[in-house]
């Protein structure tokens, strides 16, 4: 087992540390800063209380993580130069200034993943005294492998979506508020979401409209009167669904087009 104080001192005082053989990090902070990097040929395990932060790279094998990555000190790229797996227990935080760009003061975290990517857990995101506009998207995570499985849970401080369309990033959009009445409709669902085709509509009230919109708020289709709508003209992306019922109840709902 490792000794919290020993790698923090190391890691904070150096460009790069290189492990003979594969690490386990039972509870230790590795703090990376920028330009720093951890090595070796065998794998690291993130587990118990361990904590990955700031802007270096780190360079095992395989990488599992079942605890805590924080790319940056504030806003940072954080780098992983093989495949992570990410489980249930995992969670990763990411901070957004603005929407500058990766890494950038004025812009978003950013884990870039050159390998395999296993998507599971929690994704928690904080925006840092800046508000987004509708429309705005933040690239939070890059792939150069193959991505599997989504975001079980977040904890998000602003209306954003989880956009997992694009290959090779995972994409964090903010979507707003329609300007509009949010009632509870009681037990609706859609259903399937993401889709690539069809979205089915259940409530215990008539639908009497539903209208797509996208992140900047322009309609792009309309349908009344229906419970089924089909999507499959629209380009892959996020939407709003404003779904409204006989008796004058409204909610949005957002949707991922596959």
Do not use: H
Request: glycine fraction near 8%; charged fraction near 15%.
């Amino acid at each position: 087992m490792i000794r919290k104080e020993f790698l923090f001192l190391m890691l904070t005082l150096v460009s790069s540390f290189c492990f003979a053989q594969s690490l386990t990090n039972e509870g230790a902070l590795i703090s990376l800063q920028e330009n720093a990097l951890i090595y070796s040929e065998g794998s690291i395990l993130n587990v118990g209380e361990g904590k990955i932060v700031g802007n270096g790279s780190v360079n095992f094998s395989s990488m599992s993580n079942t605890m805590n990555i924080s790319p940056g000190f504030e806003i940072g790229q954080l780098n992983i130069n093989s495949s992570l797996i990410n489980t249930e227990t995992s969670n990763i935080t990411i901070e957004i200034a603005g929407n500058e760009g990766i890494g950038l003061v004025n812009g978003n975290d950013n884990v870039n993943v050159v390998g395999d990517l296993t998507l599971n857990g929690k994704l928690t995101v904080t925006s840092m005294n800046y508000t987004p506009t509708l429309g705005d998207e933040f690239v939070i995570m890059n792939y150069s492998g193959t991505l599997t499985g989504q975001f079980t849970s977040f904890d998000f401080d602003n209306d954003f979506a989880i956009d997992y369309s694009t290959t090779g990033v995972v994409k964090l959009l903010y979507t707003g508020t329609l300007s509009v009445a949010d009632f509870s409709l009681g037990e609706i669902a859609i259903y399937p979401n993401p889709t690539s085709d069809s979205i089915a509509i259940k409530t215990s009230d008539k639908v009497k409209k539903v209208q797509v919109y996208n992140l900047l708020g322009v309609e792009v289709l309309e349908f009344k009167n229906q419970d089924s709508i089909n999507l499959k003209q629209l380009p892959v992306g996020t939407y709003l669904l404003k779904i409204e019922t006989t008796d004058g109840k409204v909610e949005v709902k957002k949707i991922i087009k596959t």
